[in-house]
């Protein structure tokens, strides 16, 4: 098709500019694209053949009306008008040579609409309008729906399994470790129990409920603990985790000054504000002692400390010398032959500070074997039982004098004589019993007396007659845990090996110099504070490197806090005065 | 400008704001080894969270004293400077408060709306510092509406020239004019580029005419060719005139995009403030909610 614009330019009527298009259809509009450009126009006009020379209109989002009317594909006839924001088109008859013409007539407002414009306040969104745009998205997605799910457990529960914002997003950092787990990780309530309350020990209590409390609460005042919640020291959500407080504070603000604290009737407490020389007092011992002669009342366990150059001494009624055993000219493995090590005797727990016990069956008996009777020497004393021991004896000479086979046999049989035994009688005189009596005396003077349970025991002389009673040996008791309120790894402090395991623990328990049983081979503080001191820069250890705040001798927890959900004092240790 | 806003009271706030940036570093550091690590949780890092809402309150009470011209609380300029030192010293508070612990909360969200606040704020100190001095230059001392005026008045003189002229040309000027954009959408305002059309000779879809160097150098070719005397000497005003016409163009499509830089900035700034103000309060909010 042959178009043409008939283009009113000048002041007056007369004065036109034609130009002419040809195409299948004639477009108008302000898109670079359109034919025929009219700025400032939105969307477009089409004009295109609807056969026999007739043309139709189709308005593309624009706002032209034709003849007053919304229309579209609208076949155009001469004399109709098309107009809209200072653009007028009107439909003329099309000269010779064009099949469709019009005349265009742009007002001077549009003229004007050559410039678009020309301030950004004009085109660009407004800030407010995306301001709270962006309130509103942030307070729906961050408050509204997460607070909903905090009254609406269900809703919880759905937005949590979906990508729904849920109250995650409060979460001010992760959980440590151990409370990455079901039915903690992903639900704040576990914890958050009840909205602006801080977290309570009930929530914690739910499932440490072996935990206990520093102290005896029927001991010491507990209102020293009124209001400290386990969440005062247990901080979650933490970069890095830190749920157990490492700083000297945790202590030292009541340890610092304890008179306060002191309770009549038990040990002073030291002050202490530091792990240096001066800050913080000498390391105090356990040491057993027996109650009563022969312990017969047990033991007790004293603490003491090693100050002002006092040589402690243990008290175990055990004859022992370390120096011997570990002097390889004197004691051999009994299996290997070669000279006996620390880990021989000692071995360690699993907790990686103790020691399983040393025992007459697992370490002494290979070489300090029991045997009384040169004629029988597999035969041995039972051990740990002084009456089972005589007994023993009595039955087996009283049988080897009753029986006659067994008399004819030792009398014939002259047995080796072995060094440090004794030799017992090969023929008695009297009759069976009397002779095995005699024989059972001699042998247990000899045990309890001179060689055998004495080597090793202190055994008292009673003087009384009757064989069960005239010895005693005093009971052997070794202390388990030296320093009860300390922790200690060994395993972290084998890093100190330089070559084979006994010097790695010569390092600190100088065992191969001690001549004594009583020799207290642990080291005190000067051993650690020599690495550890916090007044040195390598190695320092804060006050739970070694100390544990909730000691086993504390009340449960569950005990001393009001467990009860929702009550007012939920948080808080049950004060009272003692 | 350059030196009342950043030097204004011989940069008083620049002193409170490093005396501010001092004491919250000495805050922050008294956390160290402390009974937790340093967060916004201890009362060191509540007295800096605190410092930090009310220094974000604070800076955004500016946009509301800039409209008070009769307030008599400091001066605009004073309270401008202020804001600047004080609102790059949040950036330190903010970061000290929360001790670089970040996540996918909204608590985090918080802190990258302040982020995105401050930085789009440096941006706008510095056109607010250098972009005056070159629309000054670029405007050569005459103002926008001065500008338009004249390019008004060529554009008649055009018209009254183009109406005497053949039809060619007739067609060719009249269509520069007509089809001469400036300024547009937020995008078009800020490139400066030029998205002017021009109708040739012939039909056809109009082409691009951009700083109007299509129909200058159409006039230009023809001013050799031209019949007559008057045909060259109207071609060599029409030429005339679409010189000058391309320099006011030139001078007012830099001024559209040194004015929408120095404006565009607060696109972000402001509606990301308002967003800040909410997750900020959503954030004290949940951290009590969840204590």
Redesign the interface.
């Known amino acids: 098709m042959h178009f043409l614009i008939r283009k009113q330019t000048g002041r007056s009527d007369r004065e036109a500019l034609d130009t002419e298009y040809q195409g299948d259809a004639l477009t108008l509009g302000a898109a670079d694209d359109a034919m025929v450009q009219l700025a400032g126009m939105r969307g477009q006009l089409r004009i295109e053949s609807a056969g026999a020379g007739d043309a139709r209109v189709v308005s593309k989002k624009t706002s032209f009306v034709l003849n007053g009317e919304s229309f579209n594909g609208t076949k155009l006839k001469v004399g109709d008008v098309l107009s809209s924001e200072g653009y007028e088109l009107t439909v003329i008859a099309a000269p010779a040579g064009f099949d469709f013409a019009m005349e265009l007539v742009v007002s001077a407002s549009a003229r004007g609409m050559q410039a678009g414009a020309m301030a950004l306040a004009d085109t660009a969104w407004s800030s407010r309008k995306i301001g709270w745009a962006l309130a509103v998205i942030i307070l729906a997605a961050f408050l509204v729906l997460p607070l909903a799910g905090v009254f609406q457990d269900n809703l919880a529960a759905l937005m949590r399994q979906t990508p729904l914002p849920d109250d995650g997003l409060w979460s001010s950092g992760p959980l440590a470790a151990a409370h990455q787990t079901s039915g903690i990780a992903a639900d704040c309530q576990a914890c958050h129990q009840q909205p602006f309350v801080m977290v309570e020990d009930a929530a914690c209590l739910d499932c440490h409920r072996e935990t206990t409390e520093h102290v005896d609460v029927s001991v010491f005042e507990a209102h020293a603990f009124t209001g400290e919640r386990c969440a005062s020291c247990h901080r979650e959500h933490n970069e890095p985790a830190q749920l157990v407080r490492r700083d000297n504070d945790l202590c030292v603000d009541c340890h610092a000054d304890p008179v306060a604290w002191q309770v009549d009737g038990r040990t002073p407490m030291q002050a202490v504000s530091a792990f240096t020389e001066q800050a913080h007092p000498t390391f105090r011992l356990a040491l057993l002692t027996p109650k009563g002669p022969g312990a017969a009342h047990g033991w007790q366990t004293e603490r003491a400390r090693a100050d002002n150059g006092e040589v402690l001494q243990e008290q175990s009624n055990l004859k022992f010398t370390h120096a011997v055993h570990l002097d390889p000219d004197k004691v051999q493995s009994e299996l290997s032959g070669a000279a006996l090590q620390c880990d021989s005797c000692h071995a360690p727990r699993d907790d990686g500070e103790h020691f399983e016990p040393v025992t007459m069956d697992n370490h002494c008996r290979s070489c300090h074997t029991l045997n009384f009777d040169v004629f029988e020497p597999d035969l041995e004393l039972p051990h740990g039982d002084q009456r089972a021991a005589v007994v023993a004896m009595e039955a087996h000479f009283i049988r080897e004098f009753t029986d006659p086979d067994l008399r004819r046999e030792r009398a014939s049989t002259k047995p080796r004589r072995v060094p440090g035994k004794r030799q017992s009688a090969a023929t008695c005189a009297g009759n069976g019993l009397d002779c095995g009596r005699a024989e059972a005396l001699k042998e247990a003077q000899y045990q309890f007396a001179e060689t055998g349970c004495v080597t090793c025991h202190v055994v008292e002389y009673t003087g009384l007659s009757d064989i069960n009673d005239r010895w005693f040996v005093q009971p052997v008791r070794v202390i388990d845990d030296w320093y009860p309120f300390s922790r200690f790894d060994h395993a972290s402090h084998r890093s100190l090996a330089i070559e084979g395991s006994a010097e790695v623990c010569e390092s600190c328990h100088q065992a191969s110099l001690s001549e004594q049983s009583s020799d207290v081979l642990i080291p005190g503080q000067d051993n650690c504070l020599g690495c550890h001191s916090q007044e040195k820069g390598f190695s320092q250890v804060d006050c739970v490197s070694c100390h544990v705040f909730h000691h086993d001798e504390g009340t449960p927890s569950v005990l001393a806090r009001d467990v009860s959900p929702g009550h007012a004092n939920a948080s808080a240790v049950q004060g009272g005065e003692r | 400008m350059r030196t009342s806003l950043l030097a204004w009271e011989n940069s008083k706030y620049l002193r409170w704001a490093l005396m501010l940036g001092v004491a919250s570093i000495l805050l922050y550091v008294s956390q160290m080894?402390?009974?937790?690590?340093p967060?916004?949780?201890t009362w060191q890092g509540y007295v800096l969270g605190t410092v930090g809402a009310l220094l974000i309150v604070w800076l955004s009470v500016l946009g509301v004293r800039k409209r008070r011209y009769a307030s008599n609380l400091g001066t605009v300029q004073g309270w401008t400077s202020a804001h600047v030192y004080l609102g790059a010293m949040l950036l330190l508070v903010a970061s000290l408060h929360c001790?670089a612990?970040f996540?996918?909360?909204?608590?985090t969200?918080a802190y990258a709306l302040m982020c995105i606040v401050i930085v789009s704020g440096f941006y706008g100190l510095y056109a607010y510092m250098h972009l005056p001095s070159r629309v000054a230059e670029n405007n050569g001392g005459r103002a926008?509406p001065a500008w338009?005026a004249e390019l008004a008045e060529l554009d008649a003189a055009i018209?009254d020239l183009?109406?005497g002229s053949d039809?060619e040309l007739?067609?060719i000027a009249?269509?520069a004019?007509?089809?001469?954009?400036?300024?547009?959408?937020?995008r078009?305002?800020?490139s400066a580029r030029d998205?002017s059309?021009v109708?040739l000779p012939g039909?056809?879809?109009?082409v691009a005419n951009p700083e109007q160097t299509v129909v200058i150098d159409h006039l230009s070719r023809r001013i050799p060719n031209a019949q007559k005397t008057s045909e060259a000497e109207l071609l060599n005003e029409l030429l005339a005139l679409f010189g000058r016409r391309q320099l006011i163009l030139h001078v007012?499509r830099r001024d559209?995009r040194l004015?929408?830089l120095l404006?565009?900035w607060?696109?972000l700034h402001?509606?990301?403030?308002?967003?800040l103000?909410?997750?900020l309060l959503?954030h004290i909010?949940?951290?009590?909610?969840?204590?």
Not at chain 2, 177 to 186: A, E, F, P, V
Not at chain 2, 285 to 291: D, H, M, R
């Open positions: 080894g402390g009974a937790q690590p967060n916004g949780g001790a612990q996540g996918w909360n909204v608590h969200l926008r338009l018209h183009a109406e039809a007739q067609g009249i269509s004019l007509d089809m001469t954009r400036l300024g547009g959408s937020t078009q305002q800020l998205y059309l109708q039909g056809g879809r109009p007012l559209i004015q929408g404006k565009v607060l696109l402001i509606p990301v403030t308002i967003a103000l909410v997750a959503i909010i949940s951290v009590f909610i969840y204590w």
